[in-house]
Structure formats: C-alpha cells, structure tokens
Nanobody
Framework: QVQLVESGGGLVQAGGSLRLSCAASGRTFSSYAMGWFRQTPGKEREVVAAISRSGRRTYYSDSVKGRFTFSRDNAKNTVYLQMNSLKPEDTAVYYC????????????????????WGQGTQVTVSS
C-alpha cells in the first residue's frame, strides 16, 4: 500500500513558476514508476509527465515539454514537478500517481495503469 500526498499548488500569474511535491509512504518507493496528471472539469485526466523508478528516464506531454521538469529523490520518497513559464491553460487539479514496475527504466503513460493516486492539488494560473 502506498499513500501519496501532493503539495505546492496555488495561484500564480502567467509566466510564473510553481514546484509541486508528492510525498509517498512506504519503504518500497523506489519500486514505483511515478506520474503527474492533471484534470479540469468535464475533461479526462491527462498525463503531464512520467518518470522511471531509477529517475533516468522521463516523459513529458507536448504541452509542457521544455517548461516542466519531473524529478525524484528516492531517499526522501518524494517526487517533484517544477513548472516554469506557466500558462492559463495549465490551470487544473494536479495528481501524482504510482505504478509498481519491474524494470527500473520503465515508464507508465496511461492513467489506467497506475495503482495509487494522491488527492490532488489545485494549480491556477491567472492571465
């Protein structure tokens, strides 16, 4: 069982930055590939970024590539999403998720594959 707790959301002006954190419980955090997703009302949850167990591989959606950076600190059981050059269209509830994977460099891209989810944190970007 893994519990995920996101933090770091808030209100920021366009062009600004935020750093989201997701702290995980449990002693096997390094066994999980992690992902960040976001969702707005009436829309499906979409993947923002993913990171492998090892941290060596990352994936970013086209909409955030070059602006967001996903990292992890396995010693602290925490992942981070650094979000720069924020745009109003980045406004959403952001969720982190964990997927147990065998291979250290595997990435998980789809919401349905993730085993555990956090409660979400609101990010609002004003124009």
């Amino acid at each position: 069982q893994v519990q995920l707790v996101e933090s770091g959301g808030g209100l920021v002006q366009a062009g600004g930055s935020l750093r989201l954190s997701c702290a995980a419980s449990g002693r096997t955090f390094s066994s999980y590939a992690m992902g960040w997703f976001r969702q707005t009302p009436g829309k499906e949850r979409e993947v923002v970024a993913a990171i492998s167990r090892s941290g060596r591989r990352t994936y970013y959606s086209d909409s955030v590539k070059g602006r967001f950076t996903f990292s992890r600190d396995n010693a602290k059981n925490t992942v981070y999403l650094q979000m720069n050059s924020l745009k109003p269209e980045d406004t959403a509830v952001y969720y982190c998720a964990a997927d147990w994977v065998y291979y250290s460099d595997s990435l998980t891209y789809t919401a349905g594959e993730y085993d555990y989810w956090g409660q979400g944190t609101q990010v609002t970007v004003s124009s």
